[in-house]
């Protein structure tokens, strides 16, 4: 089983419920605050469409390691996500859904630090990644590998989608094993989050300020 198999899903996803409000402030640099949410529509697709969304569930131990934990749900799809958030940047601990758990080792570093970001930054590395198979009677093992990966900061640029407008990151991310290689975008906008996702979701509305 290729290890991109799992990358695509690490995306913000969510399910139809009451539309969020701004409620919230939020100053880090990477918003983190239990409560948080985004939500999002596939680009191209009617604001009528059935929303993805993103929450910040807030602290939990994943793999050992004290995490907080950010929950995507929507359109049949559930999943938790386990970061660590702070001055080094944004470490993606792993992700877990009703029937998998995906764990990387050392922690994939997604976002750098506020004071690196800028065009023309590149970061990356290599990480294992053990993917198991969550059952009734526990998990099993499915699959282990090396994981390469690359971001880099190709264009700072202000943009509008639906949520508003925003000055934002565009990052290009690229995974690759043993088998495949498998290239994204993001736009980032900092003390906003994602924007646009990995999977080419745009933001609509979030609940903070």
């Known amino acids: 089983m290729a290890l991109l198999l799992v990358l695509p899903a690490c995306a913000p996803q969510a399910t139809q419920a009451p539309e969020a409000r701004p409620l919230l402030r939020e100053t880090g640099f990477y918003p983190a605050t239990p409560g948080l949410e985004w939500v999002y529509v596939p680009e191209g697709e009617a604001l009528a469409s059935p929303p993805y969304r993103v929450r910040v569930e807030g602290p939990t131990v994943f793999a050992g390691q004290e995490v907080l934990r950010f929950h995507a749900f929507g359109r049949g799809e559930d999943r938790l ?16 859904d ?53 971001m880099e900061v190709l264009e700072e640029r202000e943009v509008r989608v ?8 565009r990052i290009r991310q690229s995974y690759r ?21 990995r999977e080419g979701r745009i933001l609509v509305e979030r609940n903070f300020q």
């Not at 009703?98 to 590149?122: C, K």
């Not at 526990?138 to 994981?147: M, N, R, S, V, W």
């Not at 094993?177 to 996702?197: I, K, L, N, Y």
């Open 81 to 96: 996500y386990f970061r660590q958030v702070g001055p080094s940047g944004v470490k993606l601990w792993g992700f877990q």
């Open 98 to 150: 009703p029937s998998a758990r995906v764990a990387f080792a050392p922690p994939l570093l997604e976002y750098p630090p506020e004071a690196l970001l800028a065009v023309g930054y590149r970061w990356g590395g290599s990480t294992e990644v053990r993917v198991e198979l969550l059952t009734p009677s526990g998990q099993e093992p499915l699959a282990q590998g090396t994981l390469s990966y690359e």
């Open 177 to 197: 094993d043993r088998r495949s290689q498998d290239v994204r975008e993001v736009w980032f906008a900092p003390r906003v989050g994602e924007v646009r996702t």
């Open 162 to 169: 639906p949520a508003g407008s925003f000055r934002i990151y």
